[in-house]
């Protein structure tokens, strides 16, 4: 598991709400104590909407494997949504939605992980798999089995079709996308898949939720007057 903070200023493209942002995050001993999403909306250049956060852009995992990027999400507080962007096998997932709800997403996050802590059964060897490709055992799980679904958190990850199946004695994560894909039924999808440990799943489960739910708790007690 790889976990880094990458301190930045950007100036990106026009957000799909009109908004353009520039993100800006100090160097140093500041960078501990002061960062700011600074968005300026493209009506009123003049004002300055800021929303402080601890948080830089935030990578846990590995995108050649999985992983999640976390940054601020423009024109809500930390402690309601924030930008998570999912990668599997070096693909974005997150293309039509990558705004989460934190209080949802850290719910179905940690539901997640504990189910595949005390569950080990999505760790067993199907027999029915025998025989296929990942290309045909994801699309044969998608259409028959729900045991081993994978990223099934709610709007954000609606797009994804997502499954963990051990494949030649190994732990895979396999996607697509469904706006990708529109004819899977007929005609078969890129799937894109990649090797994972269990205990490196279980661990960015469990590392994002953290940061997830400390990047919203810092925000609250900045608005209260406690930071």
Aim: charge should be negative.
């Amino acid at each position: 598991m790889i976990v880094t903070q990458v301190d930045e200023a950007r100036a990106d493209e026009p957000h799909r709400n009109g908004v353009l942002r520039i993100t800006i995050a100090c160097t140093g001993v500041a960078a501990a104590h002061f960062s700011l999403c600074l968005h300026v909306k493209s009506r009123h250049l003049g004002d300055a909407y800021r929303y402080p956060t601890e948080m830089p852009m935030t990578l846990i995992g590995d995108k050649r494997s999985f992983a999640f990027e976390t940054s601020p999400c423009d024109e809500h507080a930390p402690d309601e949504f924030l930008t998570v962007d999912i990668f599997v096998a070096d693909k974005l997932l997150t293309i039509l939605d990558n705004a989460a709800y934190v209080p949802q997403f850290c719910g179905d996050i940690d539901a997640e992980q504990n189910h595949r802590r005390h569950d080990l059964t999505w760790l067993q060897r199907r027999d029915d798999l025998t025989g296929m490709d990942l290309t045909q055992a994801h699309l044969y799980l998608t259409k028959t089995e729900h045991w081993s679904q994978f990223l099934n958190w709610g709007p954000t990850t609606d797009d994804i079709s997502c499954h963990l199946i051990i494949f030649r004695e190994s732990l895979w994560i396999t996607a697509f996308l469904y706006s990708e894909n529109p004819d899977y039924d007929t005609n078969d999808p890129v799937v894109h898949g990649c090797k994972v440990s269990p205990f490196d799943l279980i661990s960015i489960l469990q590392s994002q939720s953290a940061l997830m739910r400390k990047t919203a708790d810092n925000h609250r007690m900045h608005r209260s007057g406690g930071g």
